[in-house]
């Protein structure tokens, strides 16, 4: 199974500015996803990263607040942008690996973001 | 349209008894595959089980049990002589083969064990 690390695990930051959250795979996966969980809820997925172009998002998330890189299979970036409370969720990436026929996604330890 | 659905939003027990959280399904697809997933309090999300919906044979691994009914939609996850440290929030999700991987979450159940 993938192993997959966060960073920061967890940051308090003020209104209007932006955060950028790392995630590293320890092997190559086929797809990696970023989700928020807010408090007391379940997943909700942002997007979808995709390697060498541009994020595929779901409803209600845009590229200019949350824009997602992925340079290469292993690596992934979620920005959160002009930071809101509101925004003051659990954030998780995932990676899913399929060719090794596990057909899981496992999740890195996530980020808890605190915006005052 | 897809669905999960976990009716039990909260599960108190005494350490030592038994617990079946449920989980049903909606999906149009015959090829499909349902996962559980263990959130402590920590936050990190521990993958369980995987099951594809071609393999109906319940699993066990240690105190943990898995009973996935098609006829009834159900995937549902027993836990034997709980301890304290099964406390989390649980959840199962289902992926569907033309999905792009992507995962349909249930709401969770919070598992509550006291000493």
């Known amino acids: 199974s993938a192993v997959i690390s966060q960073k920061p695990s967890r940051d308090i930051c003020q209104r209007g500015t932006s955060l950028t959250i790392q995630c590293q795979v320890d092997?190559?996966?086929?797809?990696m996803f970023w989700y928020r969980q807010q408090p007391g809820q379940s997943l909700t997925l942002i997007a979808t990263?995709?390697?060498?172009?541009?994020?595929?998002?779901e409803s209600g998330f845009v590229i200019d607040k949350f824009p997602i890189s992925r340079p290469n299979l292993t690596f992934s970036t979620l920005t959160v942008s002009n930071m809101s409370p509101e925004d003051s969720s659990i954030y998780l990436c995932?990676?899913?690996?399929?060719?090794?026929?596990?057909?899981?996604?496992?999740f890195g330890p996530g980020t808890r973001l605190t915006v005052l | 349209a897809q669905k999960v659905t976990q009716a039990q939003t909260e599960i108190s027990v005494v350490e030592k008894e038994d617990v079946t959280l449920d989980c049903v399904y909606e999906?149009?697809?015959?090829?499909?595959?349902l996962f559980w997933y263990k959130q402590p309090p920590s936050g990190e999300l521990v993958f369980l089980i995987r099951r594809n919906s071609f393999d109906e044979q319940n699993e066990i691994s240690g105190r943990y049990s898995w009973n996935f009914q098609k006829s009834t939609s159900s995937f549902n996850f027993t836990i034997t002589a709980s301890q304290v440290v099964d406390s989390a929030v649980y959840f199962c999700a289902l992926s569907e083969l033309d999905s792009n991987y992507q995962l349909i979450w249930g709401a969770g159940t919070k598992l509550i064990i006291k000493p």
């Open positions: 995932s990676g899913y690996q399929g060719a090794d026929g596990t057909d899981t996604q496992y």
């Open positions: 999906t149009r697809d015959t090829t499909y595959y």
């Open positions: 092997s190559q996966v086929t797809m």
């Open positions: 990263a995709n390697q060498g172009s541009e994020a595929t998002y």
